[in-house]
């Protein structure tokens, strides 16, 4: 009786040459038919076949594993995103042996999901938590994953910052968003723009995505969307059509390096009073800043404003709007000098304490008008600085040189904020004037 004989298996140099060219995973095998090797692809056919080229035969990190790939599938995906995804859950399920050879000196990133806060934010990390967090992952490209969070960012708009936001808390009714609001990849929870409800119901379908689920998730939003619009909940649908639009296009997916995020400076008030405290050498967290800054009516009537911010947060109850009663014509430097005399006396008189920190908005000449105000007044200065516009110098006094802080410095951003919130307030009060005065009231 002859002994029937295996079938000799592909050559996987030959077998590569009718994988498709679309998204996919590939997985390398050795002869006892064991998985040592997973990898993504845009173009499967074009990456698989290049670990038999003369080159992939030479190179140190890929010598070995070509020397015992004896078999190769693939396994097909929508988008470059999906194939990403996918091969880092088969990472963590099969653990392939040269996955872990072939991994840089650091550790491998993941994509980090705080699922206890209020509104639970997203993060791209080396350094996963011990508990309290949703961990996907590890991924083997950390741009492609950053490209990846950025493009899953279009879609459920969840943020990527680490402010501490408590659901119910109205102090951040007065926080500005940052620029991932303007451009519609957050939907701003750090100014109570969304319910948590809401919120949260997007990270659930963000994790159903990263979990593989993309079909049953599909459906979900489907039918949610048509219940929506049978509500008349018309903005709600829209919204659910447009993420369906995204999801089953995926039309961003071109190459996931060019989809990296550019920096965004989002002002974190705890991180900005520690800064401003270490910056200046203060003796406690600066907890109440009070920032000025003038407006010209025409050329003719000047007008001040001052904010107040607590902890590092807009407190509107705080704002203040001056008319500059004693100066003619444009003269910043004189008008500092009044409102700045005036916020202190009343202060002063009212038995109030002072600001921890009185921002001015300009350079070194507005600051000495500032500094001059309190000595006529004589009383103990607290303690005051002025912020340059153009080159975001600040003055401190009795110091001859401006300091140049790092514009990474969380302390800069938040004196940026109370400037730029001192300079919106005096120009909002400019333009309700300049639009009295045409109207001749």
Not at 247 to 276: C, T, W
Request: with cysteine; glycine share 6%; charged share 30%.
């Amino acid at each position: 009786m002859t002994t029937p004989t295996k079938p000799t298996p592909p050559d996987p140099r030959e077998k590569v040459r009718t994988f498709p060219t679309t998204p996919g995973v590939y997985l390398m095998k050795d002869g006892q038919g064991r998985v040592i090797y997973v990898g993504k692809a845009v173009n499967l056919r074009s990456r698989a076949s290049s670990y038999f080229s003369e080159a992939a035969a030479v190179e140190r990190r890929t010598a070995e594993l070509v020397t015992q790939i004896r078999d190769i599938d693939f396994l097909e995906a929508d988008s470059e995103v999906d194939a990403l995804l996918m091969e880092a859950r088969l990472i963590k399920d099969i653990q392939p042996t040269f996955n872990q050879e072939l991994k840089d000196d650091k550790t491998f990133p993941y994509l980090e999901i705080f699922i206890r806060e209020d509104f639970p934010r997203v993060e791209f990390t080396r350094t996963p938590q011990n508990r309290g967090t949703k961990l996907y992952g590890p991924f083997t490209n950390a741009k492609k994953l950053r490209g990846t969070i950025a493009v899953l960012q279009k879609i459920f708009r969840f943020r990527t910052c680490t402010l501490d936001i408590e659901d119910g808390d109205e102090r951040w009714r007065w926080f500005r968003p940052c620029l991932l609001h303007s451009i519609n990849q957050c939907t701003a929870p750090c100014n109570l723009r969304i319910s948590k409800e809401d919120y949260r119901r997007d990270i659930a379908r963000l994790r159903m995505f990263l979990d593989g689920k993309k079909a049953r998730l599909l459906t979900d939003m489907r039918k949610e969307m048509e219940q929506a619009s049978s509500s008349l909940q018309f903005e709600k649908a829209a919204r659910l059509r447009d993420q369906l639009h995204l999801l089953e296009s995926m039309n961003l997916r071109g190459d996931l390096e060019e989809h990296v995020q550019p920096e965004v400076f989002y002002i974190d008030p705890k991180k900005g009073v520690a800064g401003l405290k270490q910056i200046f050498k203060l003796e406690h967290p600066p907890r109440r800043i009070e920032g000025v800054d003038i407006a010209h009516l025409g050329g003719g009537e000047t007008v001040a404003s001052l904010v107040q911010f607590i902890d590092g947060m807009p407190f509107k109850s705080g704002y203040k709007r001056y008319k500059i009663r004693t100066v003619a014509g444009v003269d910043d430097f004189a008008a500092i000098h009044e409102v700045v005399a005036r916020r202190l006396d009343r202060l002063r008189n009212e038995g109030e304490s002072f600001p921890d920190i009185l921002l001015i908005d300009g350079g070194k000449g507005q600051l000495s008008s500032a500094m001059a105000a309190m000595r006529a007044l004589e009383i103990d200065p607290p303690f005051t600085i002025s912020l340059a516009k153009r080159e975001e110098e600040v003055y401190v006094p009795g110091e001859e040189e401006p300091r140049r802080l790092s514009r990474h410095s969380y302390g800069l951003r938040l004196l940026q904020y109370v400037r730029d919130e001192a300079h919106r307030f005096a120009q909002h009060y400019h333009h309700i004037l300049r639009s009295k005065s045409t109207l001749g009231e």
